[in-house]
Nanobody, 116 residues
Framework: QVRLVESGGGLVQPGGSLTLSCAASRNIFSIYILAWYRQAPGKERDFVAR??????NYAESVKGRFTISRNITKDTLYLQMDNLKPEDTAVYYC???????????WGQGTQVTVSS
């Protein structure tokens, strides 16, 4: 297991940008899957983006606007979010599956609100 702490959420206007961070309690270099999910009010938690052994993939709804990255020396996962839309409003969670076998650790979440 790994402890994850998200930060960087807030209120932003449509078209704006935010960068979310997720600090891990252990070295992230060998973690099999690092990912971001989000949950809007009254909806299920949805996949946003993941890094699997360095390869990235994204949900269609954020492709071209969001970028997932990691800093191995800081043991931190990032989500750069550009051209934000009101429908991006949600609580954003980072997750880690250390060995890819489905035992996932979650952070506490950070609120992102996109509104004018």
């Amino acid at each position: 297991q790994v402890r994850l702490v998200e930060s960087g959420g807030g209120l932003v206007q449509p078209g704006g940008s935010l960068t979310l961070s997720c600090a891990a309690s252990r070295n992230i270099f060998s973690i099999y899957i690092l990912a971001w999910y989000r949950q809007a009010p009254g909806k299920e938690r949805d996949f946003v983006a993941r890094i699997t052994l360095g390869a990235t993939n994204y949900a269609e709804s954020v492709k071209g606007r969001f970028t997932i990255s990691r800093n191995i020396t800081k043991d931190t996962l990032y989500l750069q979010m550009d051209n934000l839309k009101p429908e991006d409003t949600a609580v954003y969670y980072c997750s880690a599956d250390i060995d890819g076998r489905g035992s996932v650790s979650w952070g506490q979440g950070t609120q992102v609100t996109v509104s004018s």
